[in-house]
């Protein structure tokens, strides 16, 4: 199926840095960031779906899968109509979703994987440390209390972690996160750097 989005996943537990690897990726022409939680974060968080957004990630847990495809789906369409991804061109590189098996299955039909970047950390701690630190700095409710925080790894390691098993695991690559930011930036590129030369086309314009 070609009409499938190229996409790579980035993929890893809570505040393992796929946010910041992210926002880098995003800023290189021809690839085109979605993160879940941005999404969700940015809705009017009076509407129905601001409110349910907040209901579950405030207890740590994932909003419901119907929901969040439908509102991924819609804000992926708002950006290819308002040119800001362009599908043809752009690898999507997709943050924070699926986030368990049957994302992993209502996703298919919109997304073709080329590689999973699975941002490793095993010092559970260290994460749990840098989340409560990234509260604070941008107030994310979310994040704030130990125990939300502890229920967000426990979700994750009970819903999230297998769903690299739907993938094939030629694609997933390894990132030991714990790393300085420039060397995982660095191991996140020589993953990138061979898919977006076999995808790149030459003369597509650049901006500036
Ligand atoms: P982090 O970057 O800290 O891992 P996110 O910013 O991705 O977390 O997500 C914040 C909250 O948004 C999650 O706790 C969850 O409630 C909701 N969320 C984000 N992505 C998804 C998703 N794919 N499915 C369900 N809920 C999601």
Redesign the pocket.
Known sequence: MSDRYKTILLFGP??VG??TQGKIIANIPGFFHS???DI?RNLDASSEVGRL?YK??SR????PDDV?IKIWATNIYANTILGLFKETQDILVLD????NRN?ANLLYRYIDVLCVLNLVCKDKEALFERMKKRAIKSSRI??AKDDVIRR?FEVYQAETQPVLEFYDPELIRNIDAMNSPAQVLHDVLEALVPIQNSHYNAETPSEG
């Open positions: 809570p505040g796929k946010g993160s879940t939680g969700f957004f579950y990630s740590g847990e994932l909003v969040t924070g979703m699926p986030r994302q979310d994040d967000r």
